[in-house]
């Protein structure tokens, strides 16, 4: 979908103006044209077709209510059909908010607010959504898998293969995987299959899938 | 059963016994002497008997009086009849000690003053009115009379009562004024019985329902007596003997006096009684009508109205509306007028009832009692009851203030102190990648050290956020909110949430902080390998909430913890227990009904 040579386009809504500034100048100085930048989910929702975006940067509690308007806008844009890469902003590392998210399709993520600190994480992660990848910050994969359950299924893998999920958790793709790790591909190839056999998951062809299918099953151990 | 009281008792019976054994002894003492020394003036067996259970029936009925009636005095009496009820036998015995038997002959017949006494006090135990203080002191001054008589002048009774040897302080010889003061006395003594019964009579036949119940035998003893007396009064002074019947007569009705006093002091006590049933109307709660019907079948008087108290209007009326016309006192005719009033001096009501009924006062005060309660009772009741709602409300608007500003406090700290952290650290690194832009490499590495410090204050801020108010709860409710907060635990939570759509926010909140204090317990604590979560909302709009580990159980209710908990609980009218046998885990159930919630 993404054409490495045209910047991406994108569209931020967060209602605090500080961070929003903020976010657009980490995209701009990433080489993403930010497009539009407005106070709720809402606005972006009607400005989405106009502008053509590539993907959308959403803080999760906007007006009115200040709950989950983000994740509301989000689920919105995949009921019409949209496509487009979205990442959600939160203040809090919520797994059921990841969860929620990952649950609406692919081409989402979800991060910590602070990732703005670190443009690399930031960019990459909207490269990854509008390439219809999934990104989920990795304090939330902690919270999941530092979750004790009784009879805990995870209690199965050994130490690598307990890395390798949680990069596999936090959207890394089996080359991202590698190349984070240090290994070689087919090592964790290996690896990926002997973990989706111990917690006796499918391997699916899609790749928001795999991530799903394995937050879900942290956070239901 | 009080010390104090117990001893009352004994000496009640110590002073009855005493009077019993002493008039006993005189009766058989003279019975024996006047057998023994003169034999013809012995009278019959028959008539002696009952003389000597006369006395004995006083004490009795003193004995009864004592325990049941509302003054001491009348039963005083009845000892002080049963010790002067000397029998003529008894001067054979004490004829030769010249100093003693004028004293005793001079106050032979005073039983008759006492007798009348006891009648005058009927039923209160004092006397009513004027009339009646002047009877007694005519007959009281009477009694002194002849015994000053029979003391300074009689020299010896005649020959069938004793052949007495001479009064030592006999201070002149005139049987002339003697025989004379003698017989005033027992002429007076006559009419004064008379005038008792008779006014006694009149009151009876004119007074009301209530008064004929409340002295129904009294006067009909009385005019007995009186009419036996007088009798008597007559025979003595034509010197004729007063025959055997006649004689049996008078003993049966002395007899009849206290047993009729007590009778109707039994039958006040009775209607005392009633006062009870009143009570118990009063604590039910009876309307203002039911209460004066109620009122007058206790005092068995129809003629009782109640004016109640108008505070608005300043006035009395009765239950209908119908208010008290003119000044009170104008009204009074037959009927007294009994003013209750409570404690704190507000008028509360007018009770017109009949005169009579003053005589039993303390019946009266029994209604004006239950009245005042009633009142008071009500008055309280609907005080707490306003109160109480006060401190509900007040509590319910803390609590959700504070839960207000609980989650204002998370607001203000995600929009403010947080927002300008993330952009601070935003701009520290876009300033260190300027640094390294411009080849200054230690200033990029310091920034990068200020970055990864300002994350962990994030960081830490973000849990104290988390803290304050859990964001999740706000936006996802119970369902959302206790996965969350049991995944943080780190016993393994089996939650199980089943309340669909969200709750009072109070209610969330109030839940939330149970299973959060529970769980850490749970992990403090408890030692537990498996702890349990179940939420869930019945059909009566109850939130059922119980939290269950396999820990050592032992938890204490006391503590902090559980206190606060049992605190927030409470303000939103739930109910929590806390089941903790020793090694048995622990179990806190706590219910909350959305109905009260804000």
Redesign the interface.
Request: contains cysteine.
């Given at each position: 979908m993404a054409d490495p040579t045209v910047p991406l386009r994108v569209g931020i809504a967060d209602d605090a103006l500080l961070l929003r500034e903020g976010i657009s100048k980490v995209l701009e100085g990433g080489g993403i044209e930010v497009v539009a930048s407005v106070g709720t989910g809402q606005e972006l929702l009607d400005v989405i077709d106009e502008l053509d975006l590539d993907a959308a940067v959403l803080d999760i509690r906007m007006p009115p209510s200040f709950r989950d308007e983000g994740i509301v806008a989000l689920e919105q844009m995949r009921a019409n059909g949209s496509k487009i890469g979205v990442l959600l902003l939160s203040m809090y590392a919520t797994p059921e908010y990841a969860l929620r998210v990952m649950g609406a399709g692919s081409g989402t993520g979800y991060l910590l607010k602070e990732r703005v600190s670190e443009p690399q994480t930031l960019v990459r992660a909207i490269e990854t959504v509008a390439s219809g990848g999934s990104v989920v910050d990795p304090e939330v994969v902690e919270q999941l898998v530092h979750r004790t359950r009784a009879d805990d299924p995870l209690s199965r893998l050994t130490e690598r293969e307990r890395s390798v999920l949680e990069l596999m958790a936090q959207g890394y793709s089996n080359g991202g995987i590698a190349q984070t790790l240090f290994l070689g591909l087919k090592t964790v190839e290996t690896h990926v299959r002997s973990i989706l056999q111990k917690l006796d998951l499918e391997e699916s062809p899609e790749h928001h899938r795999r991530v799903l299918a394995v937050l879900t099953l942290l956070g239901e151990r | 059963m009080a010390p104090g009281r117990k001893g009352r008792i004994i000496k009640r019976t110590i002073v009855i016994t005493a009077a019993a054994v002493l008039s006993l002894g005189m009766e058989v003492s003279g019975w024996l002497v006047t057998s023994a020394t003169a034999p013809e003036y012995l009278p019959e067996v028959s008539y002696s008997t009952l003389h000597s259970i006369v006395p004995l029936v006083f004490l009795a009925c003193a004995g009864v009086a004592w325990s049941i009636g509302p003054a001491r005095v009348p039963s005083q009496l009845m000892v002080a009849f049963a010790v002067l009820w000397i029998p003529v036998t008894f001067f054979r015995v004490v004829e030769d000690i010249g100093w003693l038997w004028p004293l005793l002959y001079g106050i032979h017949l005073w039983w008759g003053l006492i007798a009348g006494i006891i009648v005058l006090v009927y039923p209160r135990g004092w006397f009513g009115d004027r009339m009646d203080r002047w009877i007694a002191g005519i007959a009281l001054a009477s009694a002194l009379v002849y015994f000053l008589a029979v003391v300074l002048l009689l020299e010896a009774p005649d020959a069938d009562t004793c052949d007495c040897v001479a009064n030592v302080f006999q201070i002149a010889d005139a049987p002339a004024l003697y025989t004379a003061i003698d017989y005033g006395f027992r002429g007076i003594g006559a009419v004064l019985a008379l005038v008792i019964a008779g006014r006694l009579l009149v009151r009876w036949v004119r007074g009301s329902v209530p008064a004929r119940t409340v002295a129904f035998l009294m006067p009909l003893a009385l005019f007995a007596w009186a009419v036996t007396l007088a009798w008597y009064a007559v025979t003595y002074a034509v010197q004729t003997t007063a025959d055997e019947v006649m004689r049996t007569i008078s003993l049966v009705a002395i007899v009849s006096l206290p047993v009729s006093f007590v009778a109707g002091l039994a039958h006040a006590r009775n209607m005392r009684a009633r006062v009870a049933d009143l009570m118990r109307i009063t604590r039910e709660g009876a309307d203002r009508g039911l209460w004066a019907e109620s009122l007058a079948r206790t005092l068995r008087d129809a003629s009782v109205r109640v004016y109640w108290w108008d505070e608005e209007h300043g006035r009395y009326a009765d239950a209908s509306g119908e208010q008290l016309e003119g000044d009170p006192a104008d009204q009074v005719g037959q009927h007294s007028l009994l003013p209750v009033v409570s404690p704190t001096g507000i008028p509360i009501a007018l009770i017109r009832h009949d005169k009579v009924l003053t005589d039993n006062m303390r019946l009266l005060d029994g209604v004006s009692s239950a009245l005042r309660l009633s009142v008071d009772n009500g008055r309280l009741r609907s005080e707490i009851e306003r109160t109480l709602e006060q401190v509900r409300q007040s509590r319910s608007r803390i609590v959700e203030g504070a839960e207000k500003a609980r989650r204002q406090l998370e607001?203000d700290l995600?929009?403010g102190a947080?927002?300008?952290?993330?952009?601070l650290?935003?701009?520290?690194?876009?300033a260190a990648?300027q640094a390294r832009d411009r080849g200054v490499e230690p200033l990029g590495v310091e920034l990068d050290g200020t970055?990864s410090m300002?994350?962990t204050a994030?960081k830490e801020l973000?849990e104290l956020?988390?803290g304050i108010h859990p964001?999740?709860l706000?936006?996802?409710g119970l369902a959302?909110a206790v996965?969350?907060l049991a995944?943080?635990?780190?016993?393994?939570v089996v939650v199980e949430v089943q309340a669909e759509g969200r709750l009072p926010a109070v209610v969330e909140s109030t839940a939330y902080f149970v299973v959060a204090e529970a769980l850490a317990n749970v992990a403090k604590h408890s030692k537990a390998?498996?702890a349990w979560v179940r939420a869930n909302l019945d059909e009566r709009g109850v939130l059922d909430l119980v939290v269950r580990d396999n820990g050592v159980g032992g938890a204490s209710p006391a503590g902090s913890g559980m206190v606060g908990i049992s605190d927030r609980v409470d303000a939103v009218d739930g109910t929590i227990t806390i089941e903790s046998p020793p090694g048995a885990g622990t179990t806190i159930t706590v219910r909350i009904p959305l109905a009260s919630a804000g």
């Open positions: - | 607001r995600h929009d947080q927002q300008h952290l993330v952009s650290g935003m701009r520290l690194r876009l990648n970055i300002l994350n994030l973000r956020a988390h964001s999740l706000t936006s996802g959302l996965p969350e995944g943080r635990c780190p016993v393994p390998t498996r």
